[in-house]
């Protein structure tokens, strides 16, 4: 039986390290686009029992029962009333109190989420943060385009969204703090996103500066932050959402 020599030896794994140095980035990137399509499945799957819950409750968004810090009552976030219609059937003890009686959900979960195993149970998305009183004039509250408020006591109906097919209603917003069934982090808008500046921030999982997004047609798009201002603005430099993909409000 033949022996290899030694030079032969070194010739094959010389052989391999190339192939793995062309085979690797390629993985990589596969793996990476692959990560993205999950969240995006994700984030369809959202958009449809949004739909459904939109439906049962006269064209209204879901919203957050009560956003107030002084209130001590029953905090029901927008992802428990989506309850009923993602699968997930929550029993009313498990919506009212969510301290340890909440179950993971790989549907709120981005698969890239650097916080998995922190103890706390992942929602790696945001609604867009809107307010009922807003006029086109007013810079200040331009800011707040987008589907429900903080408080809890309003949200967008469906039908006065002027371009559902470019209304961001959902995100991503990858931080520890945004925990299924809380109120906390479930409301976000660009004054809150375009803070995370450091391109090896946490916050983005994919690439930096691009996230999925939800509209409010259902439909389901992986794009920058720059491109959600259509070159109306910077987001980076401005949190004012009038004329953008987060403007909900005007046409």
């Known amino acids: 039986?033949?022996?290899?020599?030694?030079?032969?030896?070194?010739?094959?794994?010389?052989?391999?390290?190339?192939?793995?140095?062309?085979?690797?980035?390629?993985?990589?990137?596969?793996?990476?686009?692959?990560?993205?399509?999950v969240c995006m499945s994700n984030m369809k799957q959202i958009g449809i029992a949004t739909q459904s819950y939109i439906k049962q409750n006269n064209g209204f968004f879901p919203t957050d029962y009560n956003h107030s810090r002084t209130y001590t009552g029953p905090k029901i976030s927008w992802d428990d009333k989506l309850s009923p219609y993602d699968g997930r059937e929550l029993t009313e003890k498990q919506i009212l109190n969510q301290d340890g009686t909440l179950?993971?959900?790989?549907?709120?979960?981005?698969?890239?989420?650097?916080?998995?195993?922190?103890?706390?149970i992942i929602r790696s998305y945001s609604?867009?943060?809107?307010?009922?009183?807003?006029?086109?004039?007013?810079?200040?509250?331009?800011?707040?385009?987008?589907?429900?408020?903080m408080s809890g006591n309003w949200s967008m109906h469906q039908a006065k969204i002027p371009h559902p097919a470019e209304g961001i209603t959902l995100f991503e917003?990858?931080?520890?703090?945004?925990?299924?069934?809380?109120?906390?982090?479930?409301?976000?808008?660009?004054?809150r996103v375009n803070g995370y500046t450091n391109p090896e921030s946490e916050f983005w999982t994919h690439k930096f500066g691009f996230m999925n997004f939800l509209f409010s047609d259902s439909s389901v798009r992986y794009m920058s932050l720059m491109a959600t201002f259509k070159g109306v603005r910077s987001?980076?430099?401005?949190a004012d959402e009038y004329g953008t993909m987060w403007d909900l409000r005007f046409d």
């Open 173 to 191: 917003y990858n931080v520890s703090g945004n925990t299924l069934g809380r109120k906390y982090n479930s409301l976000r808008n660009v004054d």
């Open 103 to 120: 179950q993971q959900s790989p549907l709120y979960e981005c698969a890239e989420t650097p916080f998995r195993g922190q103890n706390n």
């Open 235 to 238: 987001p980076w430099g401005s």
């Open 1 to 37: 039986m033949r022996k290899f020599t030694l030079i032969e030896l070194l010739i094959v794994v010389a052989i391999l390290g190339i192939l793995a140095s062309i085979l690797l980035p390629s993985l990589s990137k596969a793996r990476a686009t692959a990560m993205i399509t």
């Open 127 to 149: 609604m867009s943060e809107g307010k009922e009183s807003v006029r086109k004039n007013n810079r200040n509250n331009r800011k707040l385009l987008g589907v429900a408020n």
